[in-house]
């Protein structure tokens, strides 16, 4: 009776799809679809200005996408910068380096699979944002620029979903 209600309880977080934010401009898209004690599986992507950002096909664990979350929200009070902000994506493409740790707070990429061909990077100024993306595989890099404050927002939110859920698997499991 146990065991049934535990199974009940696991498949109400399954095939959970959400997206939060406006595709038009920046959103984040996933699904939850599978367990396998401790790991959760899904889909995840960015979409910035109607481009999906990361192959949203292939399936990632959550354990992982948390764990890089963590460090992006770190740096979340620490991209803004008049002179970055000012510069044409080639030039600040071409402007990063490993001894400048100034790039390395505005890298808003997951460090999993989905996006091994793609970097993000967010710098703020005032009171507007600019993503900046550089596709590896296809060598394109091309900006968009946003108000300040919705990735924070739209990423928060994220977490904090993403968090609940894998906390009450953990539970359940537990």
Do not use: H, W
């Not at 890089?68 to 493409?93: C, G, P, S």
């Amino acid at each position: 009776m146990i065991l049934m209600t535990v199974i009940n309880s696991l498949k109400n977080f399954m095939n959970y799809k959400n997206i939060v934010g406006n595709k038009s401009d920046f959103a984040i898209q996933y699904e939850i679809n599978n367990f396998y004690y401790p790991f959760v599986y899904g889909k995840f992507c960015y979409y910035i200005n109607n481009i999906q950002i990361g192959n949203y096909e292939e399936d990632v664990t959550f354990n992982d996408l948390l764990c890089t979350f963590k460090d992006i929200l770190y740096f979340k009070d620490l991209r803004v910068n008049e002179q970055v902000f000012n510069l044409n994506a080639k030039d600040f493409l071409n402007s990063r380096s490993v001894e400048n740790d100034f790039y390395v707070n505005l890298s808003i990429t997951p460090l999993i699979d989905i996006f091994f061909n793609v970097e993000v990077y967010l710098v703020e100024y005032k009171n507007k944002a600019r993503f900046i993306i550089q596709d590896l595989e296809n060598n394109i890099e091309f900006d968009y620029f946003s108000k300040a404050g919705v990735f924070n927002e739209v990423f928060n939110t994220i977490y904090i979903e993403l968090k609940d859920y894998f906390d009450k698997f953990i539970e359940q499991k537990g």
